[in-house]
């Protein structure tokens, strides 16, 4: 039989990554083929097992040939290579073509629980869409998205996984000449809000139409046969972005890139450029050098989400009502609901961070009040929080937590009206603390580390830093004393002060 019209379960004895792919089988203009460009000397720095395992995939023979797999060396059978086309707003300014210029989706398996995921070799060389770039990726950027993605799923927080990296053997040219390298993304899915865009800026309603049903089948079957199901679909990627964003504010992340080609319809988090993690709290924070207006800051955020969000629903006006008035009556009402929504999501989250659970007036502001003096005495947000949930077992724990305030008689005047309102909470001190180690972690990405890590493997071909990140970052919400030094906020002269996307 003809390899190509095997079935699944065929290619699977045959294949280590048993391939079911469904976007090759979306209309052609969705997409282009795409090969990966060998490489000249492979190696495999990073192959995440569990992951593979999770994904049904034979890990065995992915950990034995993973340099020529995850290099796109070696292309496995049932792969369907391919670059997704895709616009985007890029700090606001449309860009009607953009697509994947250094993304290869090799295709999509259906993991242990049922669920498509795609698996994309990020960095393989050029695409149809690679413009003037060289459609590959330096190292640094590589590890940086292994470390905090892993680590953002290991927060809780959804975001697309690390397989596999890489180093390739040649060098990539940027500001400096740097060690090439691929990483293996899997995502949810890489449909983005500017996937819509880019059949939307066509005047292609029959494909917004076509892609607005893949999205619905493979991401919110619920909402299938729903009388309005456009409108549905708005609605539930808006509650996602709310949910997501919500979350990301609530750990310090600060993505950093937001464009609506970054932005995933299935509410994941998606494109670890220059994105960061606060130190001290502050937020009009920003990292990324690109980033010269702050359009993206930490907590402009929330409103840039749902700056995004009318972006993707002027996609999907023409199959909201056959009445354009209607239909934007209906797009501005869900557009107007992200907010009450982001804020619900937020509020939830930070009580949570602050041991609350029953509702009272004054919660809010009881937030804010403990934002506003993290932020005047420049406090570290991650230490902060974490430190609350001794001083929430025991006053005697006070100390660790005012020395992290400049003026420490600042917090003296929040901490007693904290404890007169956690005093009414139904839980026992105990009881709080332990919720509260659970939201809140020891361990977050910070930067500097990144950096040393980066440093140490770029510069010494040295990896032992990315390991040990890597290590306790899978457990952030446990002490691990061991690694206590990885709680603690950069010296003065470690701190990062500019983050690369590092196209
Ligand atoms: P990003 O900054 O990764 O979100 O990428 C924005 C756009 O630039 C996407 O269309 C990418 O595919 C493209 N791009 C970024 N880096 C490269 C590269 N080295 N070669 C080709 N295209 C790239
Ligand atoms: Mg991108």
């Known amino acids: 039989m003809n390899n190509s019209f095997a079935s699944p379960a065929a290619r699977a004895a045959t294949s280590p990554i048993p391939f079911d792919n469904s976007y090759a089988r979306l209309p052609a203009h969705f997409h282009a083929s795409a090969n990966p460009t060998p490489v000249s000397e492979p190696w495999l720095i990073k192959f995440n097992r569990a992951l593979a395992t999770e994904l049904g995939l034979d890990a065995d023979t992915l950990e034995r040939d993973g340099a020529a797999i995850f290099s796109g060396n070696a292309v496995p059978e049932g792969a369907e290579p391919l670059g997704m086309a895709y616009a985007g707003h890029q700090f606001g300014q449309f860009v009607p073509l953009l697509g994947d210029g250094r993304a290869i989706l090799l295709g999509e398996v259906i993991d242990r629980n049922g669920v498509r995921r795609d698996i994309q070799l990020k960095g393989a060389g050029k695409t149809p869409y690679s413009r003037r770039g060289d459609g590959r990726a330096a190292l640094g950027p590589v590890l940086r ?17 690390a397989l596999a990296a890489v180093v390739t053997g040649e060098p990539v040219y940027r500001e400096r000449v740097l060690p090439g390298a691929v990483f293996t993304r899997v995502a949810a899915s890489h449909i983005r809000v500017g996937t819509f865009q880019f059949l939307a800026a066509r005047g292609d309603t029959e494909g917004v139409k076509t892609l607005a049903d893949y ?31 919500a979350r990301w504010l609530c750990v310090g992340f600060i993505h950093g890139v937001m464009n ?56 999907l006006l023409p199959l909201l009502d056959q009445e354009p008035s209607e239909a934007v009556n209906l797009a501005n009402d869900v557009i107007a609901g992200y907010g009450p929504r982001f804020q619900s999501h937020w509020l939830a989250g930070m009580k949570a961070k602050i041991g ?58 929040w901490l007693s009206a904290w404890r007169e309102r956690t005093g009414r909470e139904p839980l026992s001190v105990a009881q709080t603390a332990s919720a509260m180690r659970t939201v809140n972690p020891a361990f ?60």
């Open 356 to 413: 609350l659970h029953s509702e009272e007036d004054g919660d809010l502001e009881l937030v804010q009040g403990l934002l506003t003096a993290m932020h005047r005495n420049e406090a570290d947000f991650t230490l902060t929080f974490r430190r609350l949930c001794d001083a929430a077992e025991s006053s005697a724990s006070d100390g660790a937590l005012r020395e992290l305030f400049s003026d420490p008689a600042d917090i003296d005047a």
């Open 215 to 245: 999205v619905i089948e493979r991401h919110y079957p619920e909402i299938k046969g729903h009388a309005r199901a456009y409108l549905a679909l708005l609605e539930a990627v808006t509650e996602r972005q709310a949910s997501l964003i």
């Open 444 to 503: 977050v990405p910070r930067n500097h580390r990144i950096e040393q890590a980066i440093r140490a493997a770029e510069d010494d071909c040295d990896f032992s830093l990315f390991e040990a990140l890597l290590t306790v970052l899978s457990k952030p919400y446990e002490d691990q004393p061991g690694f206590a030094a990885y709680a603690a906020p950069p010296q003065p002269q470690e701190e990062v002060l500019r983050t690369f996307c590092g196209t």
């Open 145 to 161: 998205e292994y470390i905090v993605s892993e680590s953002m799923h290991a927060l809780g927080i959804p975001a697309t996984r």
């Open 260 to 315: 609506t080609d970054n932005c995933a319809i299935s509410g994941e988090t998606i494109d670890f450029g220059p994105c960061a993690f606060l130190d001290a709290y502050d937020p009009a924070k920003v990292f990324s050098s690109i980033d010269q207006g702050g359009r993206y800051a930490y907590a402009s955020q929330p409103a840039i989400g749902q700056w995004n969000m009318a972006r993707l629903a002027e996609t």
